[in-house]
């Protein structure tokens, strides 16, 4: 990694990497086993063809052959991407589209292929869906660039960057080091499939919508051909000897003024307008100190890495549903879509070094599951009768089974803490928050070490 930037004459090369075959290579045997092994394992809702991850094996064994020659001849067509939208944390929606299965294993067997190809000529603070990184190394490079004492942000937002990338300059960037057309007319397909909106997913309602841009978000191929269009930023930005780190399109630069980094700003803006013909939204773009940045649900205190607040809200909405008293299902099964949610979440973002809101955030969840309990237990004798089971005292057990204060103000009583402990609720599957965050900053493996 070279902090101090400038493009290593490695990335200059435009000579394709691969002269001839490389489609024989996509649809070798072992890599499109390997494909399909990979799409299994990431499951996922079937496109529009209804076709499920179950349903794809038989299917195959039937038709792969006339589909690989197909693929040969150039007679394939690629199927329209179904497209449904996701919330995001801000309350807007995100498109995300579903190739068929088919699809998913075609585009998945070409990035197996393209990826060595291209990754070796990426830049180094690139981290987005590459070999042995993650948003965390990006979060970590970030506090590096801090306590090296540049602690003014340039946070640049591209404006739907996977709905707005110019096919145009994305095949040229492929051309330069892919020679194979048969493998630059089938991503052109892919490109140019068109998306059929959720709910037409029926025959007699389809109607593909033409995509003259953009890249579907939600295809085993869409990761990499983001990066090869944001390489030559990645490039400008080293030439230019910025600190940056970049994941996917979220991409932050840091400086040591605010004036650096207004000018920072306007060029880079200037940049990804006339190169690249991307969409800057000028009115997220801006210039602010680290402590007030966020870069992938992370910002900075000092040189300490926290969550946002705006993290910590969509957790807390979640949980809120996932424990949520009116939701008519087993406790069981309650807790087991909450430890799944908790166990993610504390997955990412453990790496948090701020540990004071751990305990309360913990007290929290807790009480929230006696909320649960106590409203499924519903009438007085059965409140009495599961209290006395765990242990409360008869006296303390009738005086809160014959309360009629709410839910959420008797879940913190005496009664139901001397009841439902904190053990009794791990036993019963309730994860602990502060578990996860010790076990991700203290491992047992490096304490015996």
């Given amino acids: ?57 038989a299917f195959a064994r039937e038709h792969w052959p006339a589909i690989r020659q197909s693929l040969i001849n150039e007679t394939y067509q690629p199927a329209a991407v179904r497209r449904v939208e996701i919330p995001k944390p801000d309350g807007g929606r995100r498109p995300l589209g579903i190739p068929t299965v088919l699809d998913r294993v075609i585009q998945q067997a070409l990035a197996q292929v393209l990826n060595p190809i291209f990754d070796p000529l990426f830049a180094e603070t690139s981290y987005g869906f590459r070999p042995n990184r993650s948003a965390h190394d990006a979060v970590k490079q970030v506090r590096t660039y801090i306590q090296q004492g540049h602690r003014m942000a340039v946070d640049v937002d591209l404006s739907k960057f996977f709905d707005t990338v110019n096919h145009d300059v994305l095949m040229h960037r492929l051309a330069r ?46 990761p990499l051909l983001a990066n090869i269009v944001l390489d030559d930023l990645d ?90 008293r009116s939701w008519g299902v087993s406790m069981d099964y309650r807790l087991r879509k909450l430890a799944e949610y908790v166990r993610g979440w504390m997955g990412y973002y453990a790496l948090s070094e701020y540990y004071r809101p751990i305990p309360e955030l913990e007290s929290w969840l807790r009480r929230r599951v006696r909320c649960c309990y106590w ?42 803490q001397s009841g439902m402990t904190n053990e009794w609720l791990a036993e019963q599957g309730l994860v602990s928050i502060k578990t996860l965050w010790a076990a991700f900053h203290y491992p047992p493996d490096a304490a015996k070490g």
């Fill in 1 to 57: 990694m070279k902090p101090t930037g400038g493009a290593s004459t490695r990335h200059d090369s435009d000579e394709p990497a691969r002269k001839e075959g490389l489609l024989e290579q996509v649809l070798a045997p072992e890599n499109m086993q390997r494909a399909w092994q990979q799409v299994r394992a990431n499951q996922g809702a079937a496109g529009m063809d209804g076709m499920s991850v179950q349903q794809f094996p």
């Fill in 235 to 324: 490039k400008e930005l080293e030439r230019r000897g910025h600190r940056f780190a970049r994941y996917a399109d979220d991409f932050i630069i840091l400086v040591k003024s605010q004036r650096a980094g207004e000018r920072v700003l306007r060029s880079v803006g200037r940049f990804l307008q006339r190169k690249l013909k991307l969409v800057v939204n000028a009115k997220k773009s801006r210039v602010c100190p680290t402590g007030q940045s966020s870069f992938l649900g992370f910002t900075f205190k000092g040189t300490s890495i926290r969550w946002t607040d705006k993290a910590l809200a969509e957790f807390q909405r979640r949980v809120r549903l996932l424990t949520g």
């Fill in 375 to 416: 409203k499924q237990w519903r009438w007085c004798r059965t409140r009495v009768r599961e209290l006395l089971k765990l242990g409360t005292f008869l006296r303390t057990a009738i005086h809160a089974g014959l309360s009629r204060k709410s839910y959420w103000r008797l879940s913190k009583t005496l009664a139901t």
């Fill in 177 to 222: 080091r892919v020679s194979d057309q048969r493998v630059l007319r089938l991503i052109g397909q892919y490109l140019r499939g068109g998306v059929v909106m959720d709910g037409q997913a029926c025959p007699e309602q389809r109607r593909i919508q033409p995509t003259p841009s953009g890249v579907p978000q939600g295809g085993p191929l869409s």
